[in-house]
Nanobody, 125 residues
Framework: QVQLVESGGGSVQAGGSLRLSCASSGYRGSSKLLGWFRRAPGKEREGVAIIHTAGGYTYYGDSVKGRFTISQDNAKNTVYLQMNMLKPEDTAMYYC??????????????????WGQGTQVTVSS
């Protein structure tokens, strides 16, 4: 059974940094895309950062470009999200997601096969 387990969320002041981790298990290298979505209260799920596991190509949501960086450690089956210069509007539940297929629109949640339970990020002003 596939599992995605997030960690690293927490509370931080604006301008601070956090690093999220997503450890995957239950399948061996079959995902094409791994990455992060977030949902703030009252808002729809938003694509944050996605990485193509084979080529390493990355996609970022407009609101996080230049501040967040996604990376992967294939040996550990783990994907990371380094979040710098955090803003209060980054406050949300962050979810890890995996797709077995390459998607036309990787920053939209449609098409992802597996989801983690989420980790909360709270940024205070």
């Amino acid at each position: 059974q596939v599992q995605l387990v997030e960690s690293g969320g927490g509370s931080v002041q604006a301008g601070g940094s956090l690093r999220l981790s997503c450890a995957s298990s239950g399948y061996r290298g079959s995902s094409k895309l791994l990455g992060w979505f977030r949902r703030a209260p009252g808002k729809e799920r938003e694509g944050v950062a996605i990485i193509h596991t084979a080529g390493g190509y990355t996609y970022y949501g407009d609101s996080v470009k230049g501040r967040f960086t996604i990376s992967q450690d294939n040996a550990k089956n783990t994907v990371y999200l380094q979040m710098n210069m955090l803003k209060p509007e980054d406050t949300a539940m962050y979810y890890c997601a995996a797709s077995l297929y390459t998607l036309t629109h990787p920053l939209t949640p449609v098409g992802y096969d597996y989801w983690g339970q989420g980790t909360q990020v709270t940024v205070s002003s």
